[in-house]
């Protein structure tokens, strides 16, 4: 079982920038698949990025080239830098996990989520 609480989330102006941690317990992190995923109200949930177990990444056109996703091995937590921020970003912002082994996905994890809002 993967535990996961993320943090970071506010209120901030449009333009401005936020970092969104997720801390994991419960398994080997450096294992894990890590991602952000978010739902706005009345919307689903949606990709944000994703970081896989050797640091590659990936993301939402909707990010590109204002977020990134990073991870710290030795902390267990991965990271969503998020700049310029956009009222079109408000949402509630997830952090999942998988667990990665001889290239299969096992397992899908959440955490409870932590609120994003972009006043413009």
């Known amino acids: 079982q993967v535990q996961l609480v993320e943090s970071g989330g506010g209120l901030v102006q449009a333009g401005e920038s936020l970092r969104l941690s997720c801390a994991a317990s419960?398994?080997?992190?450096?294992?894990?698949?890590m991602g952000w995923y978010r739902q706005a109200p009345g919307k689903q949930r949606e990709f944000v990025a994703i970081i896989s177990t050797t640091g590659n990444t990936n993301y939402a056109d909707s990010g590109k080239g204002r977020f990134t996703i990073s991870r710290d091995n030795a902390e267990n937590t991965v990271y969503l830098q998020m700049n310029t921020l956009k009222s079109e970003d408000t949402a509630v912002y997830y952090c999942n996990a998988k667990k990665e082994r001889g290239g299969f996905l096992y397992g899908d994890y959440w955490g409870q989520g932590t609120q994003v809002t972009v006043s413009s």
């Open positions: 419960g398994s080997t992190f450096s294992t894990l698949l």
